[in-house]
């Protein structure tokens, strides 16, 4: 190990220390590099593990984790993803202190009315207790258990914690929530165009001589993509950022455009019209691998003129023709479509005129080139832990009852199924759904008062609901609005496995150290609350009562990832992350899409036969209701409520801010750090301003984040929950309107 490896690596001791409570009993010399420190360090004094960063971000980095005497003590990038490239960011960092953070969740709670904070201990056997009995009541007396909901989704990415959904499914069917406010609008839009979400690999971005980042910001939400963008400039390519705020990746490019939020689409198509117009099209690919361009240019020639895109966005039409033909001419070019820019009521018609910008031009199927989204490749797992059996006599939704009713007089040949709701609406769900009602609400890996909308209308959804269980790590806004709060294992105390939806590299999560307290993992929860059902009720549930977590991890691989991987066995990750052996770096690279035609299709029938146009034509975005457009983007040292709760990270995020130009602030006569008020019809928040050109005079950014420590601050109390135009094709619900949001300000 060199000298640099090891004063890197010290200073991840030094935070595994503090986790660890010892900080202070280090000798000083430790805190300056130097021989004595480089000296100090010996990888076989530590046992090492192999983890993988489950939360919900493009890097999904692999991790390396150092542990003695039981305590994880300090962690690093696995050196060999070149993805990861041996670092983490400031959040992976932090994974030290969650295991031992004091604000953690250490045992089954019960809350003696909900937001009381009046919080006492109980056994695992008592909290199941109680819980199992209210299921058997729901039962009993609704003839099912569609009174009971399930709210899961991103918090844990692991695999094995899909087995929350298998817990449901073996207690009988259920109401879901079912959709993704992420990215669903542009998963749509991918599957028109192209048959599937399938985006090139990131790694391959340094081959490429044109770069436009649309609507992503990787400098704070992708720190590792940032490395191949930055080589691929230094080789000579051009770097354009497409964004409403002047974000730290705007920094870093050639060419920065600030259009009106909502306006991608016309900018898009204005750039396609004049590559049309000076004969810059692919005529190969859009003749023999598409299906009907010509169609397209004539909506193009008949609708878009480079001068109306530009009233449309803002940006002037001398540089939307300047920018069209280097990236028309440049070979390869590509476009990372951020999920940010589709998270609007045109969003899924906006990511489908970049997609024809990136098709018309050739650069799909082109190794350095695509339009990058995302993709699921690499999740061909069993899913073991999720496919569950319901009870013998279990009774749901039938599906071909009249105007959604139930019938629970059916005979045995009747087909049920789960209930759906959408997620992106939970509030509105809960509050109006019957027959039965939702009396009962599960919620795992998803923190619903940090991310879901209209936060004033959600706590009167959950104070219409009889009882609420929250399983978490942290006191975060749900668990204060739950009955129960059951604890949950950190990445550190379970074993999983976890695959990225950006790069290609999958890594297993083994357990470090013991759980510790008295959390458990959600399968182990799950295999608890079956045995005590099967106690109160014989038959009631069909989840194995005693399950080993190390073999539910291994039940999740198959021949088929093996061969994608080029491993024989799982245990071979345990020497490091193994990448997918791809045939090339670009998706598509063979021309053959998975749409009904086989071809890329500039005109989707399946497009419009959901509803939509079936030519990537351009859609106006919501009106505004307010003076101000409200933007909610993730903050730099947090992931919606992860992170920024733990005290090391406070020292990054003291206070909230809200952030405005300083033009539109002097005309409501506000000056910086002055306490204002936002308001709008869900609700208002206050919070300090800070005056910056970052933003557009017509804008309000304030970034999302649960700050705790007493700080009532939550975006969700301005944000509602219109939908997006597009989603509920391969999500099941439509998308959400996040920054189609509006709102008033003034000084508190």
Same mark, same amino acid.
């Given at each position: 190990?060199?000298?640099?490896?090891?004063?890197?690596?010290?200073?991840?001791?030094?935070?595994?220390?503090?986790?660890?409570?010892?900080?202070?009993?280090?000798?000083?010399?430790?805190?300056?590099?130097?021989?004595?420190?480089?000296?100090?360090?010996?990888?076989?004094?530590?046992?090492?593990?192999? %983890?993988?960063?489950?939360?919900?971000?493009?890097?999904?980095?692999?991790?390396?984790?150092?542990?003695?005497?039981?305590?994880?003590?300090?962690?690093?990038?696995?050196?060999?993803?070149?993805?990861?490239?041996?670092?983490?960011?400031?959040? $992976?960092?932090?994974?030290?202190?969650?295991?031992?953070?004091?604000?953690?969740?250490?045992?089954?709670?019960?809350?003696?009315?909900?937001?009381?904070?009046?919080?006492?201990?109980?056994?695992?056997?008592?909290?199941?207790?109680?819980?199992?009995?209210?299921?058997?009541?729901?039962?009993?007396?609704?003839?099912?258990?569609?009174?009971?909901?399930?709210?899961?989704?991103?918090?844990?990415?692991?695999?094995?914690?899909?087995?929350?959904?298998?817990?449901?499914?073996?207690?009988?069917?259920?109401?879901?929530?079912?959709?993704?406010?992420?990215?669903?609008?542009?998963?749509?839009?991918?599957?028109?165009?192209?048959?599937?979400?399938?985006?090139?690999?990131?790694?391959?971005?340094?081959?490429?001589?044109?770069?436009?980042?649309?609507?992503?910001?990787?400098?704070?939400?992708?720190?590792?993509?940032?490395?191949?963008?930055?080589?691929?400039?230094?080789?000579?390519?051009?770097?354009?950022?497409?964004?409403?705020?002047?974000?730290?990746?705007?920094?870093?490019?050639?060419?920065?455009?600030?259009?009106?939020?909502?306006?991608?689409?016309?900018?898009?198509?204005?750039?396609?019209?004049?590559?049309?117009?000076?004969?810059?099209?692919?005529?190969?690919?859009?003749?023999?691998?598409?299906?009907?361009?010509?169609?397209?240019?004539?909506?193009?020639?008949?609708?878009?003129?480079?001068?109306?895109?530009?009233?449309?966005?803002?940006?002037?039409?001398?540089?939307?023709?300047? !920018?069209?033909?280097?990236?028309?001419?440049?070979?390869?070019?590509?476009?990372?479509?951020?999920?940010?820019?589709?998270?609007?009521?045109?969003?899924?018609?906006?990511?489908?005129?970049?997609?024809?910008?990136?098709?018309?031009?050739?650069?799909?199927?082109?190794?350095?080139?695509?339009?990058?989204?995302?993709?699921?490749?690499?999740?061909?797992?069993?899913?073991?832990?999720?496919?569950?059996?319901?009870?013998?006599?279990?009774?749901?939704?039938?599906? $071909?009852?009249?105007?959604?009713?139930?019938?629970?007089?059916?005979?045995?040949?009747?087909?049920?199924?789960?209930?759906?709701?959408?997620?992106?609406?939970?509030?509105?769900?809960?509050?109006?759904?019957?027959?039965?009602?939702?009396?009962?609400?599960?919620?795992?890996?998803? %923190?619903?008062?940090?991310?879901?909308?209209?936060?004033?209308?959600?706590?009167?959804?959950?104070?219409?609901?009889?009882?609420?269980?929250?399983?978490?790590?942290?006191?975060?806004?749900?668990?204060?609005?739950?009955?129960? !709060?059951?604890?949950?294992?950190?990445?550190?105390?379970?074993?999983? !496995?976890?695959?990225?939806?950006?790069?290609?590299?999958?890594?297993?999560?083994?357990?470090?150290?013991?759980?510790?307290?008295?959390?458990?993992?959600?399968?182990?929860?799950?295999?608890?609350?079956?045995?005590?059902?099967?106690?109160?009720?014989?038959?009631?549930?069909?989840?194995?009562?005693?399950?080993?977590?190390?073999?539910?991890?291994?039940?999740?691989?198959?021949?088929?990832?093996?061969?994608?991987?080029?491993?024989?066995?799982?245990?071979?990750?345990?020497? $490091?992350?193994?990448?997918?052996?791809?045939?090339?770096?670009?998706?598509?690279?063979?021309?053959?899409?998975?749409?009904?035609?086989?071809?890329?299709?500039?005109?989707?029938?399946?497009?419009?036969?959901?509803?939509?146009?079936?030519?990537?034509?351009?859609?106006?975005?919501?009106?505004?209701?307010?003076?101000?457009?409200?933007?909610?983007?993730?903050?730099?040292?947090?992931?919606?409520?992860?992170? !920024?709760?733990?005290?090391?990270?406070?020292?990054?995020?003291?206070?909230?801010?809200?952030?405005?130009?300083?033009?539109?602030?002097?005309?409501?006569?506000?000056?910086?750090?002055?306490?204002?008020?936002?308001?709008?019809?869900?609700?208002?928040?206050?919070?300090?301003?800070?005056?910056?050109?970052?933003?557009?005079?017509?804008?309000?950014?304030?970034?999302?984040?649960?700050?705790?420590?007493?700080?009532?601050?939550?975006?969700?109390?301005?944000?509602?929950?219109e939908s997006a135009d597009m989603g509920a094709f391969k999500a099941g619900a439509p998308g959400v309107a996040i920054h189609d949001q509006f709102a008033s300000v003034e000084r508190a």
């Amino acid at each position: 190990m060199t000298a640099k490896k090891c004063t890197f690596s010290r200073r991840r001791f030094l935070q595994g220390a503090a986790a660890a409570g010892a900080a202070a009993m280090l000798p000083c010399s430790l805190l300056v590099p130097g021989k004595a420190e480089a000296a100090a360090f010996s990888e076989g004094d530590y046992q090492t593990f192999r %983890n993988a960063c489950p939360r919900n971000c493009y890097d999904t980095c692999s991790i390396k984790t150092y542990v003695k005497d039981g305590v994880v003590k300090f962690i690093e990038g696995a050196s060999e993803s070149t993805y990861t490239d041996g670092g983490l960011c400031v959040k $992976g960092y932090s994974y030290t202190r969650r295991p031992y953070s004091p604000d953690r969740v250490k045992y089954p709670m019960v809350q003696d009315g909900r937001r009381s904070g009046k919080w006492r201990r109980v056994s695992w056997d008592e909290a199941l207790d109680m819980i199992a009995k209210k299921m058997l009541k729901l039962k009993e007396e609704d003839g099912s258990l569609l009174g009971l909901g399930m709210t899961k989704y991103s918090g844990n990415f692991g695999i094995t914690n899909y087995g929350v959904e298998g817990m449901m499914s073996s207690l009988g069917y259920t109401t879901r929530f079912v959709g993704t406010p992420c990215w669903p609008a542009g998963i749509d839009a991918q599957n028109y165009d192209l048959g599937n979400m399938w985006c090139n690999d990131p790694e391959d971005m340094v081959k490429a001589r044109y770069v436009i980042v649309w609507g992503a910001n990787p400098a704070w939400c992708s720190v590792h993509s940032m490395k191949y963008i930055m080589e691929a400039k230094r080789r000579g390519a051009k770097v354009v950022v497409v964004d409403p705020v002047f974000t730290q990746t705007a920094a870093k490019g050639d060419v920065y455009w600030q259009p009106k939020t909502a306006s991608d689409g016309a900018l898009a198509l204005g750039m396609a019209r004049h590559i049309l117009d000076k004969g810059l099209v692919d005529e190969d690919f859009v003749h023999n691998y598409g299906l009907g361009f010509d169609e397209f240019a004539d909506y193009l020639r008949d609708n878009v003129t480079v001068e109306w895109a530009a009233e449309q966005s803002g940006i002037p039409a001398r540089d939307i023709m300047e !920018v069209a033909e280097e990236f028309a001419t440049a070979d390869p070019a590509t476009i990372w479509i951020g999920y940010g820019m589709q998270r609007h009521t045109n969003g899924g018609a906006s990511v489908r005129s970049i997609d024809a910008l990136v098709a018309m031009t050739g650069n799909v199927g082109k190794e350095g080139g695509g339009a990058r989204y995302g993709h699921l490749q690499t999740w061909g797992f069993n899913y073991h832990a999720l496919i569950q059996k319901q009870p013998e006599g279990s009774k749901g939704f039938l599906g $071909g009852a009249a105007k959604g009713e139930f019938d629970f007089t059916s005979g045995s040949g009747a087909s049920y199924t789960d209930r759906t709701v959408n997620i992106n609406k939970t509030a509105q769900a809960i509050l109006d759904t019957t027959d039965p009602a939702i009396r009962m609400l599960w919620v795992s890996c998803k %923190n619903p008062f940090g991310q879901d909308f209209d936060r004033p209308k959600l706590e009167k959804a959950f104070d219409k609901l009889e009882m609420v269980v929250t399983v978490d790590q942290f006191f975060n806004e749900t668990v204060a609005n739950s009955d129960i !709060v059951l604890p949950v294992t950190t990445l550190f105390e379970e074993w999983t !496995v976890n695959a990225s939806y950006w790069h290609y590299w999958l890594s297993v999560n083994e357990q470090a150290i013991k759980p510790m307290f008295e959390t458990k993992s959600n399968i182990e929860i799950a295999a608890a609350l079956s045995k005590k059902m099967n106690e109160l009720s014989p038959g009631s549930c069909t989840f194995p009562q005693d399950i080993d977590t190390r073999e539910w991890m291994a039940k999740e691989f198959n021949q088929g990832i093996y061969d994608m991987f080029g491993i024989s066995d799982w245990t071979e990750l345990r020497n $490091g992350p193994v990448k997918a052996r791809l045939k090339s770096s670009a998706a598509w690279s063979d021309k053959k899409f998975a749409t009904p035609s086989g071809k890329y299709e500039f005109k989707s029938e399946l497009c419009e036969q959901h509803g939509h146009k079936a030519l990537p034509e351009f859609k106006v975005g919501r009106e505004g209701y307010d003076e101000f457009r409200l933007l909610t983007p993730h903050t730099k040292f947090g992931l919606h409520s992860q992170f !920024v709760n733990l005290d090391w990270m406070h020292e990054y995020n003291k206070e909230p801010y809200i952030y405005m130009h300083p033009k539109a602030a002097a005309e409501k006569g506000i000056g910086d750090l002055d306490m204002v008020r936002v308001f709008n019809k869900v609700g208002e928040q206050k919070a300090r301003v800070k005056l910056t050109d970052n933003v557009a005079e017509d804008c309000l950014l304030m970034y999302e984040a649960w700050f705790g420590r007493g700080n009532d601050y939550n975006v969700q109390n301005l944000v509602d929950d219109e939908s997006a135009d597009m989603g509920a094709f391969k999500a099941g619900a439509p998308g959400v309107a996040i920054h189609d949001q509006f709102a008033s300000v003034e000084r508190a």
